[in-house]
């Protein structure tokens, strides 16, 4: 009786795993979390929205500093970091207006156009006059000494007294007021750039909030519940790698002439994003896709509940 019995020795012995069978679970994890966000019927809606994360079109540490070196001020930036924040709020009123009126997936494809509409003023401000855009000059420049010298970035201000100082001192009044002009006419030009990049990121964020709610809500409604949280899980993951690799972008090429490469390459993955999204659009709704209406299922919800209430 108080010997144990061999065979559950042995059976105990196969149920215990492996240590490479323990090494190998996280990547049987990835493996199945991507097979199973691969087959979902919303998986390129969900790589559309990953697609918008690499952008540098955004109020993070990236566009702020640019501005800085485009001579805005801290308070200008507060109060464009203020109208940012009311045009995300009127996204978020207008998802819920376009799928009452034209139905879940249609808000997405209306809010996508919508923000690329918006992106094309960045696209144009790239080449307005006060762009810092040079293609002479190499985004990849130093490199090399930057990451392994840690040698400091070259800037434009000369260390040397200019010698012209001593004449500029003797300058008549009319000459000052001659140069005055030209300074006022060239500040004027150089914020032309800068404000069409700034009105076209916040007027964005309306089509980016709604496109965001609109995705959130279809995973959330066509992804089964026992599934839910692996096919959320690798959806935060394919966002953060996105929004990694546009910092990594940024590390490679972090001139200000450099900004306008950067602005070019990020409206073109927002643009493959709503791309993507489109395809699905269009094998969900087929003919219908052009047809503007509320869902059947939110028609009917909404009859249900006008039943009731009578």
């Known amino acids: 009786m108080g010997e144990k019995d061999p065979n559950i020795h042995e059976i105990e012995q196969e149920q215990e795993p492996s240590c490479a069978s323990q090494m190998a679970e996280p990547f049987r994890t990835f493996r199945d979390g991507w097979v199973s966000y691969y087959n979902q019927p919303v998986f390129l809606a969900g790589m559309g929205l990953a697609f918008l994360y690499m952008t540098v079109l955004g ?18 930036l507060s109060i464009l970091m203020g109208a940012s924040a009311v045009t995300g709020i009127m996204g978020t009123v207008a998802f819920t207006w376009l799928r009452r009126k034209c139905g879940l997936v ?34 990849f420049k130093d490199i090399r000494s930057r990451f392994i010298q ?28 001659t140069n005055t002009a030209l300074e006022m006419g060239a500040n004027s030009e150089s914020i032309i750039s800068v404000s069409l990049l700034f009105a076209g990121v916040i007027a964005a964020r309306i089509g980016l909030w709604s496109f965001d709610l609109t995705v959130t809500q279809l995973l959330q409604e066509n992804v089964i519940e026992s599934e839910r949280g692996i096919i959320n ?10 929004d990694l ?12 002439e450099a900004f306008g490469l950067l602005v070019l390459i990020s409206v073109s993955f927002v643009a493959m994003g709503h791309i993507m999204y489109f395809r699905f659009a269009q094998k969900t709704l087929g003919n219908k896709l052009f047809v503007c209406g509320p869902d059947e299922e939110d028609v009917t919800n909404e009859n249900q509940t006008n039943t009731s209430v009578v």
């Open 59 to 76: 109020f993070d540490c990236i566009t702020t500093g640019y501005a800085y070196t485009q001579g805005l001020s801290g308070s200008i």
């Open 245 to 256: 690799l546009h910092f990594i972008m940024v590390i490679l090429a972090p001139n200000p």
């Open 150 to 177: 840690a040698e400091p970035l070259s800037t434009n201000t000369s260390t040397k007294i200019p010698e012209i100082l001593t004449t500029e001192m003797h300058m008549s009044n009319e000459s000052d007021s």
């Open 233 to 242: 899980g690798v959806q935060n993951s394919m966002n953060y790698l996105l």
């Open 106 to 139: 249609r808000a997405g494809l209306i809010s996508g156009c919508a923000q690329l509409s918006c992106l094309i003023l960045c696209v144009i401000s790239v080449f307005m006059p006060g762009s810092p855009l040079d293609l002479s000059v190499s985004p």
